[in-house]
């Protein structure tokens, strides 16, 4: 019984110093808390780079409107110059996969439907396609009649961006996305491959 005694009074006596031993404490601390530092690191990394290389798909998008609009005639060799331009500013992201077009719009004032007119780049529109554009772009007189003689330079980009690491966004990448309306300033419409003595096109079907 003596010896019984003793070894539970051995055995009582290393569990209570085992509970006042604080060693290890922080270790095992931060081995339950790595996992998730981890993934709010790289988490914040990745999306972070997704939302830059996202604003830069919108600054891609604008450029390459708003440098076809300042245009009175584009040929090919001013869309190519346009999209080179522009894909500059995607630096120092990579540009392989993306895809952009420069569309021109005519507005018919019977039925406010904008069609191509022309089309140029990776996903070039049909001639006569019809596309939805926002309604206030759309301008109208005092009845609520669409006007005459409106065109729109039409831009879209997408990109595939894939995250460096993977960790928390899909590694085969996000598609990002974005279009952007500009007015022609030159003339009331932009020619492509034309003399700007010939009149504007007005494809409506």
């Known amino acids: 019984m003596k010896s019984m005694s003793g070894i539970w009074s051995c055995v009582k006596a ?6 006042g031993d604080s060693r290890g404490v922080a270790a095992t601390e931060f081995a339950l ?7 709010m690191f790289f988490g914040t990394v990745e999306v972070s780079s997704g ?3 996202n604003r830069k798909i919108t600054l891609v998008a604008r450029t390459l409107s708003d ?10 060799a001013d869309a190519t110059n346009f999209f080179a331009a522009s894909y500059g500013i995607m630096w120092p992201y990579s540009t392989t996969g993306m895809k952009s077009t420069i569309s021109e719009l005519y507005i018919d004032p019977a039925t406010s439907a904008a069609r191509v007119q022309w089309s140029v780049g990776s996903s070039k529109r049909a001639v006569g396609s019809k596309v939805d554009i926002p309604t206030g772009l759309i ?3 005092s009845t609520g009649k669409a006007l005459s003689g409106q065109y729109l330079i039409f831009s879209e980009v997408s990109y595939v961006y894939t995250p460096i690491v993977g960790y928390v966004m899909s590694k085969v990448g996000v ?5 952007a309306y500009t ?3 030159q003339l009331s419409c932009v020619h492509y491959n034309e003399l700007t003595s ?8």
């Open 14 to 19: 290393s569990a209570a110093a085992l509970c």
């Open 33 to 39: 808390i790595l996992p998730m530092m981890l993934v």
């Open 51 to 53: 939302v830059a290389a």
């Open 67 to 76: 440098l076809t609009s300042q245009s009175s005639t584009v040929a090919d």
């Open 139 to 141: 301008g109208t007189d």
């Open 175 to 179: 598609t990002l996305s974005d279009n």
């Open 183 to 185: 007015r022609p300033r």
């Open 198 to 205: 010939n009149p504007c096109p007005t494809i409506v079907n």
